[in-house]
């Protein structure tokens, strides 16, 4: 039997940085996202995980950015609303922690990406839910998804760095099938 555990995006968080003008970090967040773990016979070692992130609603706490990065320069959200990552196996690491091998759409381009999940263990709610937690992280070059806009600089550095730290701290929450009578 396979479980299906639905990502809580209200105790949930999917970060990014990025290298600004060669020398600091910019940080961002997506504030809309969803997801689903399918977990077969309940073990995490085996399970799927798709996740849908809305484009339009990233955020680094400087609006005209923002703007700029929802535009055709970066992700063009008019166009391309969505970031998707859909998991196509697992393979253990070490004692609680799994590589997740998976195909990221970013801007209509899919590439397979690694994220190195570590696994925080179950807890059960006050409301008697069964909740599980992670943390993945991962790298990418954003030219690889056609985000390639860039300024280069005086000093012969540039604006913005290639490569883009991705980190998704997950909360999940068992589902629990309804009883047919």
Do not use: C, Y
Not at 71 to 87: I, K, W
Not at 92 to 101: H, L, N, Y
Not at 139 to 163: A, H, P, Y
Request: charged letters at 25%; hydrophobic letters at 40%; proline letters at 3%.
């Amino acid at each position: 039997m396979t479980e299906r555990w639905e990502i809580d995006s209200s105790h949930s968080s999917v970060h990014f940085s990025v290298r600004h003008l060669v020398i600091a970090k910019v940080r961002g967040s997506f504030g809309r996202w969803s997801g689903t773990v399918h977990v077969p016979n309940g073990d995490f070692s085996q399970a799927t995980v798709a996740v849908t992130i809305d484009a339009s609603s990233i955020a680094t706490g400087v609006a005209d950015r923002d703007g700029h990065l929802k535009s055709p320069d970066f992700f063009d959200a008019d166009q391309h609303p969505e970031l998707r990552f859909v998991g196509k196996r697992v393979q253990p690491r070490s004692a609680g922690e799994v590589d997740v091998i998976g195909d990221l759409t970013i801007k209509g381009i899919t590439r397979e990406v690694v994220l190195r999940v570590e696994q925080h263990g179950q807890a059960k709610d006050p409301w008697g839910n069964l909740r599980a937690a992670f943390t993945a992280k991962t790298s990418i070059d954003r030219k690889d998804f056609g985000l390639t806009w860039n300024q280069v600089l005086e000093t012969g550095g540039v604006m913005v760095g290639d490569r883009v730290d991705i980190e998704a701290e997950i909360e999940a929450v068992k589902q629990v099938e309804a009883q047919v009578a």
